[in-house]
């Protein structure tokens, strides 16, 4: 690694560290209020309306919560995918039914008992809902480091939402961002929701 591929990562070290501590320093009661916040500003959104089949995530920790947004999404017939980590750092997709039917995964991760779909299943969904750390103002995101969701956002297909989910204060004018590093199309903070310009991929 050159210096200036060690230097991004270390820039991409201190961020993490840095929102870490923040969201971690949030009262619950402020992340329940934003979490309600950003499943109202999701749920308006036109493709979310529209989206036969959405793959989201499963919230663990302080990351924003989508407990009710899938429970809301399954109410309405969605068909929602969501992730299970696999051994090698990639994503598997299993279908969210409800809370109860999660078991405890990888990493801490919850997980439905149900069939596993394949690696390229995320490529079926409409729209993709990603967790991340920060997002810059030209869509580059910030995940956790494992490279989970960088895989499995080169499978969805160019010119579908990727939208990432974070608190307010979490996008930032740029972020530390290497050549593999998939970007996003939109983010949703409690705040409302921002379209981000396409980019290549």
Known sequence: ????????????????????????AMPAQARAEAASSLTAAVLTLPEVMT?????????IGTEPSTAELLDVLRSR???????????????D???????????????????????????AAVG??????????????????????????DRALARVP?????????YDGELLPGVPAEPHDQRVTGVVTPSGARHLAERGR
């Open 77 to 91: 017939d969605t068909r929602v995918l969501v992730p299970v980590l696999r051994e090698d750092l990639d994503l």
């Open 158 to 166: 160019a010119g579908r939402p990727r939208t990432a989910l974070l």
């Open 51 to 59: 989206a036969r089949i959405l793959a989201v995530y499963v919230s």
């Open 93 to 119: 997709w299993a279908i969210y039914e409800t809370r109860e039917q999660l078991s405890p995964g990888a990493r801490g991760l919850r997980v439905p008992d149900g069939p596993r779909l394949g690696v």
């Open 1 to 24: 690694m050159d210096d200036r591929g060690a230097s991004m990562r270390e820039q991409k070290v201190a961020l993490r560290a840095a929102v870490l501590a923040a969201r971690r």
């Open 124 to 149: 079926d969904a409409d729209v993709v809902l990603v967790p991340a750390l920060a997002v810059g103002d030209d869509g580059a995101r910030l995940g956790r480091g494992g490279g989970s969701y």
